[in-house]
């Protein structure tokens, strides 16, 4: 179980509130205008900023002042989420050893995330050499073998088009379904809160609002929401 | 951390040496009135120095970012070298060239007029002692330097603004307006100010083209002070003169300007749309033509006057070769891994810190060092250590600005990535920093190399009698008659160090690691 | 004596049988360099180049000392006296040989210099009595030009003339001064308007001999400050005939180079020989054709005949040391004052 207890953030003069628990197995998509701070908080889970007061919890363990590598977290960003100078199965082997010193028996588990993602036989290529949605499917093989309960997603996946980028998400909640992980979402758009299928919650006005069931939260949209959706 | 570790020990080593001369002298002694006159020459010589190369560079640095031309990387490649050129060998060319009986006033005699009375035809000539001289002599060291910062403002302006400008039919005028006049009031500071303090330590360029006392630097008089009068607290005290105006134009240059660094640059590729239009073509061709012969024509005139000295130098040249190229290969690894941890701690005092080399008299560093060692030891069995050391505090400067950026660059695009992954360390060095900034770590090793090659290097106090570097053979050949040796032997240490810049530059250019 | 143990020892590397014999030769001889008294000599640093005198000075006096001479060179003669305050009375110098006249008042002042009892028949065209220094060679300062080029015969001369001149500066040369010294003692207070008068004849003033004479030979300058002897080199070492010192009127003013023994010496037996060992035909001999400056002493054959051809000033000029310093402040501020108008 994530647990953010009220957690505030403060980055210069903007300012964000939480207060809510996410079950394990749970998926959120994080909604809301630019700017109102839903990578701030997927920055804050994932480590990358201190809260100014509170505390975030894993299955009650206080996570707040570990580092990043430390928590039970794999992340995708925006963008640059692979090294282009490495080959993919270098960038796959870095989640299972940073320094990647892989014995026989984790390369094949690397070459083995490959081919479940769909690379198979692509493990010597350079990044730069595939297209944008084999790039996504790499960085996904590494999220595989990091093997972490929480994956949280900044809109890595946002630069393809409506297609593949639907493509993506079920290749997400397929692994999810394999894992039993729990999933956070950065999203502009619905329809990807509605593919996951999961929790909804409104970032907005400094506040990220409690998750809510999705279909719940479309069919009946709080002030903020039908603001939000127009 | 190491990077403030490295910070620290660099001040540590350009202090304490200076307090140690202080401690022996018994305390400084104001600078008389004739060094006073110095320290106006020596600001006056920078500050003109430091203007003409930034004004002269900017044109040459348009035209270099704007046009594509079979030949332009070699060009700008070759256009560097004036900058790791030994001071004592880019003079000789100078003179070959811009001297009495140079090349340019050879030109000119060909235009005499008919003799009038007394027989004696009149002609045109130009002279190159004086203060223009000095001028002249720092506008060809550091206009390359110039030309490499601007040249990085230019192709950091996006490509996307330029295609706006065209597509919003802006005309060259107008793109200067917007585009180009902001760029330059950022970058221009930077450029004069560390121009100005590279020239603030003149010493042997002022003397010997200055032409009298008039042209008296700060270095001169602590040379004089040192050597002739022995008068260590004067030297201590003009020292600390010259430390407080770099440190000083360095902390102007912190304020004014963005002092990102000259990058590797060059690589990137810039779809800039030429501007199109005879008349700007021809200016741009005039610009690099004119900035190419008189970066070049120095260079020949070395080469040419080296080619008939390789075979008279002594074969004491080929030990000094040995040393010069030991030493300028260990000072290379050093002063890269100290700009590195340097570059990594992400400070902006950290970037101060390996500014002050440039301030630093070698003669009262050597001295202060000379003090502190004495005691306890031989100086002449610390003679390598020394020698490296001083080495590495001098190309720090310039390394740190090539490395500095590139640095941030890479923290800023892979390092949450990387601490995400909980690469640290060896690994974040050896898979994620190392191979991303190849080419600026390149380029910087290239030129540290070439650097510490012509360094005279040697502090005379350390000076290990059966350890000779090739620029202070080059030196002492010159200093026995032997001026066809010292010529060739200066011809061997101009390609040595531009060699080395080359291989190392083209290392980093290298395919990436898989 | 053998020098470079290590080498035999490479040489017989193969042979194991003789390893034991070598190892037992190898300490040996370790032993034996250990026991060898080292003669340390600090010097400038183009006296121990391998075109100087230092190799032959080195062996001749290895062959009779049964010590091992060490030299060290510290940058030029004034630097040499530099470090040598700097390490006072901690210096490991025995003695110290290559400064000059400009010189020798600051290192008397220094108080780090011991007497010496040296015998000899000087060469010098001045009586040489000095109870701390001994010379080794010497010249003149000249004016160094072409036959075929301009030849004043004085500083007013070469003032009046449109001549073209390169001089060293005072206070980083050692002929730079020299020269200062020359016209001071020339001129006495008229030498500011001498300087005024040479202002335009002067192209520039260099840090060192070197760049001056490199501008020379480059055609710079119609002249160059350097030595009478400076036209031997060109004439023993190339052919070439060319190169002229021009007598000057006012006569001509020395540099004499010496040599002295360090108080805190711990060999000053074996210094005092070095000293000796000087003034005789091994050293002096080899002083023409390698470091370029008239031997303190005749040698047995004679100057090389190259020397014959030069130019002898009928009136050589040379300050004591105490006159010299005590003029010294006097005479740079006028040359800076004069030659930067």
Known sequence: MLQLDDLRLRQGDFRLTANWTLAEGDRLALIGPSGAGKSTLLAAIAGFLRPDSGALRWNGADLTAEPPARRPVAMLFQDQNLFPHLSILRNVGLGIRPDLRLNAAQRAQALAALERVGLGGMAERLPGSLSGGQQSRAALARVLVQDRPLLLLDEPFSALGPALRAEMLDLVTALLDETGGTLIMVSHAPEDARRIGGLLSLVDEGHAAAPVPGGEAFANPSPGLRRYLG | ?514 | MLKHPTDSARRDKEDALRHLAIATGLLAATQAAADTPVLSVYTYDSFNTEWGPGPAVEQAFEETCGCDLQFVTAGDGASVLSRLRLEGARSEADVVLGLDTALIGAARESGLFAPVTVKADYALPIPWQDPEFVPFDWGYFAFVGLKDGPMPTSFVELAESDASVVIQDPRSSTPGLGLLMWVKQAYGDAAEDIWEELADNIVTVTPGWSEAYDLFLDGEADLVLSYTTSPAYHLIAEGDDSKIALPFEEGHYMQVEVAGMLKSSDQPELAQQFLQFMVTDAFQSVIPTTNWMYPAVEPDAGLPEGYMTLMEPAKPLLMSAEEAASVRDVALDEWRRALSQ
Not at chain 2, 53 to 65: D, G, I, M, N, Y
Not at chain 2, 77 to 83: E, I, K, R, V, Y
Not at chain 2, 443 to 463: H, P, R, Y
Request: charged fraction near 15%.
């Open chain 2, 1 to 514: 951390m190491a990077g403030r570790a490295a910070a620290l020990a660099i001040l540590t080593f350009l202090l304490v040496p200076l307090g140690a001369v202080f401690w022996r002298a018994g305390g400084g002694a104001m600078p008389d009135v004739h060094d006073w006159a110095a320290v106006r020459f020596t600001l006056w010589q920078a500050a003109l120095s430091a203007v003409a190369s930034t004004l002269l560079a900017v044109p040459v640095a348009r035209a270099v970012a704007r046009r594509r031309f079979p030949g332009r990387g070699a060009l700008i490649a070759l256009m560097g070298a004036p900058f790791i050129l030994p001071v004592i060998v880019a003079v000789i060319g100078l003179i070959a060239v811009y001297g009495r009986g140079g090349l340019v006033n050879d030109l000119l005699g060909l235009a005499c007029l008919p003799p009038p009375g007394d027989g004696r035809p009149r002609c045109l000539s130009v002279s190159i002692y004086g203060l223009h001289g000095v001028v002249l002599a720092h506008v060809f060291f550091n206009l390359p330097l110039a030309v490499r910062l601007i040249l990085q403002g230019w192709l950091a302006i996006p490509a996307e603004r330029f295609r706006l400008a065209a597509h919003l039919g802006a005309g060259p005028g107008d793109v200067q307006r917007l585009l180009e006049w902001p760029m330059l009031r950022a970058t221009l500071p930077g450029v004069v100010l560390i121009v100005f303090a590279i020239c603030l330590s003149s010493f042997a360029v002022a003397l010997t083209l200055g032409g009298g006392p008039r042209a008296t630097t700060v270095e001169l008089a602590i040379y004089q002070a040192f050597t002739y009068d022995f008068d260590l607290a004067r030297a201590a005290m003009l020292s600390l003169v010259q430390l407080l105006l770099v440190t000083g134009a360095g902390l102007l240059a912190l304020r004014l300007g963005r002092t990102e660094g000259f990058g590797a640059g060059l690589d990137r590729r810039i779809d800039m749309l030429p501007p199109g239009g005879r008349a700007l073509w021809l200016g741009d061709a005039a610009w690099m033509t004119v900035a190419a012969l008189f970066l070049l024509l120095p260079l020949g005139a070395v080469a040419v006057r080296g080619l008939s000295g390789l075979a008279e130098m002594p074969p004491s040249v080929w030990g000094a070769t040995g040393n010069s190229l030991a030493i300028a290969l260990s000072a290379t690894l050093l002063t890269v891994s100290v700009a590195l941890a340097l570059a990594l701690a992400r400070r902006g005092w950290v970037d101060l810190a390996g500014m002050a080399p440039l301030a630093a008299s070698p003669l009262v560093l050597g001295t202060g060092l000379f003090l502190l060692i004495n005691p306890v030891a031989r100086p002449v069995d610390w003679a390598l250590v020394v020698t490296l050391a001083v080495n590495v505090a001098m190309a720090l400067p310039f390394v740190l600005r090539i490395v500095l950026p590139a640095a941030q660059e890479v923290e800023r695009s892979y390092g949450r990535l990387a601490d995400s992954l909980g690469m640290r360390g060896m690994a974040r060095l050896r898979w994620l920093i190392l191979p991303r900034m190849r080419r600026p770590l390149g380029f910087a090793a290239g030129l540290t190399a070439a650097l510490s090659m012509g360094d005279l290097g040697v502090i005379a106090l350390f000076s290990d009698p059966d350890k000779a570097t090739l620029p202070l053979t080059v030196f002492r050949l010159m200093g026995a008659y032997r001026t066809e040796a010292a010529a060739g032997a200066a011809l061997l240490l101009l390609v040595l160090s531009f060699g080395l810049f080359l291989i190392f530059d083209l290392g980093g250019r290298g395919a990436a690691t898989r």
